[in-house]
T-cell receptor, first 114, second 111 residues
């Protein structure tokens, strides 16, 4: 089944404790992206990747890192999480990075930083 | 945790009615638009897209209308069903690789 998977689905952590949220897609998509979703603010892009070893900042990159060492994986790294990073996170992928293509979303990761 | 549905404009309809969800986009250079549906506890799911060289596009029970003059997009759902209850987002693409999402509208369908 073609899908985007994220792990973990739920995470409660404390300020300053490094964490990684994994994202994997099995559709051989070039483009992958991370979003955060907050009430009243909608979906905002954190980082995106056009292809392996190519990453770029989205609208709200502060406090996040990403890497794209393999085509299928695009982990989101929070080196020192803070409470304002409490949010619902979605990974997405699409066939091409040209923007004019459907993005497939993962099921989401709900992160709480205490 | 707090639902993403809070703070959103809400459209309440009866089962069988037609629903119209509106979206104003911001960038006159945007040339590709998508509607997504997000059910509670799930990621957004693609519904339909439209390019700027079109005014209208139809899918199964859904129609998207684009008015570039006033930068307005609408999603029409025919014969709305309880399973259509969700948050609906429009998204616009004005650059190479970025989709900008609207804040969403919650659709509530009563049996």
């Amino acid at each position: 089944e073609a899908q985007v998977t994220q792990n973990p689905r739920y995470l409660i952590t404390v300020t300053g404790k490094k964490l990684t949220v994994t994202c994997s897609q099995n559709m051989n998509h070039e483009y992958m992206s991370w979003y955060r979703q907050d009430p009243g603010l909608g979906l905002r892009q954190i980082y995106y990747s056009m292809n392996v070893e190519v990453t770029d900042k989205g609208d709200v990159p502060e406090g996040y890192k990403v890497s794209r060492k393999e085509k299928r994986n695009f982990p989101l790294i929070l080196e020192s999480p803070s409470p304002n990073q409490t949010s619902l996170y979605f990974c997405a992928s699409s066939l091409s990075g040209q923007g004019r293509a459907e993005q497939f979303f993962g099921p989401g990761t709900r992160l709480t930083v205490l | 945790g707090e639902s993403v549905g809070l703070h959103l404009p809400t459209l309440s309809v009866q089962e069988g009615d037609n629903s119209i969800i509106n979206c104003a986009y911001s960038n006159s250079a945007s040339d590709y638009f998508i509607w997504y549906k997000q059910e509670s506890g799930k990621g957004p799911q693609f519904i339909i897209d439209i390019r700027s060289n079109m005014d209208k596009r139809q899918g199964q029970r859904v129609t998207v209308l684009l008015n570039k003059t006033v930068k307005h997009l609408s999603l029409q759902i025919a014969a709305t069903q309880p399973g259509d209850s969700a948050v609906y987002f429009c998204a616009e693409n004005s650059g190479y690789s970025t989709l900008t999402f609207g804040k969403g509208t919650m659709l509530l369908v009563s049996p």
